[in-house]
């Protein structure tokens, strides 16, 4: 899955009417009620506020007064096809006058959504899992060879009668730490969010 941690920001203008796409980042349908009142303010005089957002496993979008499945839909299916979460994509409209009928009222809000997807700097969510491992000297030295091939990171090394560790890793790094090495002590102690560029 993917994110934004900086806000993003584009304007189209298409038949007069100026079409403004804000992709932010939410962890919380809380914050997202709060983004949506601040761009309201932020843009006071607009006619609609067309939003879809995917935190896990809530979603929601809204036409707000745009005819039916012409905004929000198209705009949660370009989330959930970009593997987007954590992501509110917002689509701030100014009537310009000129009605531009379903069909381009609907490729109109997609179009802006994918330029506002494509203008910012994407992140991969990715999780990381924590375990505390005890082992030997000899041991922690073929651990710090195989962990640059694993992608494992290492906090907290303490050198005492044998090395107590914290090794970072992806979701099946405990399995494989336990088959490479069958006389370290391997204890799971938490799982942690990262963005990855």
């Given at each position: ?47 609609h506020y067309c939003y879809a957002y ?28 970009k593997e987007m979460d954590e992501s ?36 991969e969510i990715k999780h990381s899992y ?68």
């Open positions: 899955m993917f994110t934004s941690l900086e806000k993003a920001e584009i304007t189209l203008i298409r038949d007069k009417s100026s079409f403004i796409g804000i992709l932010m980042h939410v962890t919380s349908v809380e914050s997202v009620k709060q983004y949506l009142l601040d761009i309201k303010k932020q843009y006071p005089k607009a006619k995917v935190i896990g496993g809530n979603k929601k979008c809204s036409d707000d007064g745009e005819p039916s499945k012409t905004a929000g839909r198209p705009l949660l299916e370009l989330l959930e096809k509110l994509l917002v689509v701030v409209r100014y009537f310009g006058g000129v009605l531009l009928g379903a069909s381009r009222l609907m490729s109109t809000y997609l179009e802006t959504g994918v330029q506002t997807i494509n203008s910012a700097d994407i992140v924590g375990y505390k491992v005890v082992m030997s000297y000899k041991d922690f030295d073929e651990l710090k060879r195989l962990g640059k091939t694993w992608g494992f990171s290492f906090e907290n090394i303490k050198y005492e009668d044998k090395i107590c560790v914290d090794v970072l890793g992806d979701e099946d790094a405990g399995e494989r730490l336990a088959n490479a090495f069958p006389h370290a002590n391997i204890e799971l102690i938490g799982k942690r969010k990262v963005y990855r560029r």
